[in-house]
């Protein structure tokens, strides 16, 4: 388990923007995919952007045109930016990371999430 350090939650209008970061440190080899999900109170986590380590990207639908994913390899860190906020985007955000440790052990982390509130 390696610690993921994630920042740039807050309260912002709706129509707002916001950028999200997130960064891995400790025994890491290399990592491959990352990405960002959310989670409502009650609901199920969702992705909300998924980067591989080739830099392809995928995004909710729900988001498409509106957020951007992009990583630095290396500093081992993903981030979100987010435009056009919406009070339905009202979630914790957390990244996911995945990939291998020195130790060759697949790496699976989450970060501890970060509160995003949309107001109308």
């Known amino acids: 388990q390696v610690p993921l350090v994630e920042s740039g939650g807050g309260l912002v209008q709706s129509g707002g923007s916001l950028r999200l970061s997130c960064t891995a440190s400790g025994d890491i080899f290399r990592v491959n995919a990352m990405g960002w999900y959310r989670q409502a109170p009650g609901k199920q986590r969702e992705l909300v952007a998924h980067i591989s380590s080739g830099g392809m990207t995928n995004y909710a639908d729900s988001v498409k045109g509106r957020f951007t994913i992009s990583r630095d390899t290396a500093k081992n860190a993903v981030y979100l930016e987010m435009s056009g906020l919406k009070p339905e985007g009202t979630d914790v955000y957390s990244c996911?990371?995945?990939?291998?440790?020195?130790?060759?052990?697949?790496?699976?982390?989450w970060g501890q999430g970060t509160q995003v509130a949309v107001s109308s």
């Open positions: 996911k990371v995945r990939g291998v440790t020195s130790r060759a052990n697949d790496l699976s982390d």
